[in-house]
């Protein structure tokens, strides 16, 4: 039987799902700022994954340098998504203000 297969998806979702936890915890902490310390993760982890000649763990790190580049598009979206809420929280605000007056 050959449970590699298996192992990598395990790996996987446990990878996707600890660094889903670091990506939030950081994002309200440092807010975008820790972007570049994703980058360098992932960079590092995918020049790694290159030079190991085992398949498996290239292939481990190759998905821990995959979710470490992809949460920098998530940190990015979430920024974005957050300006467009303070904007909309920010127009309603005006508008109760006016009718205030």
């Known amino acids: ?13 446990g990878v996707i799902g600890i660094i889903h936890h670091m990506v939030m915890k950081s994002e309200e902490c440092f807010s975008g700022k820790c972007r570049p ?10 020049l790694i994954s290159i030079c190991v000649k085992s398949i498996m763990a290239s292939i481990m790190l190759g998905i821990l340098a995959c979710v470490c580049l992809w949460s920098i598009y998530i940190l990015y979206e979430r920024e974005k998504a957050s300006l467009k809420e303070n904007e909309q929280t920010g127009i ?10």
């Open 37 to 46: 310390v994703f980058f360098m993760a992932g960079v590092t982890f995918l």
């Open 1 to 13: 039987m050959n449970l590699s297969g298996v192992m990598m998806a395990v790996f996987c979702f």
């Open 92 to 101: 309603k605000v005006r508008k109760a203000k006016a009718e205030e007056e």
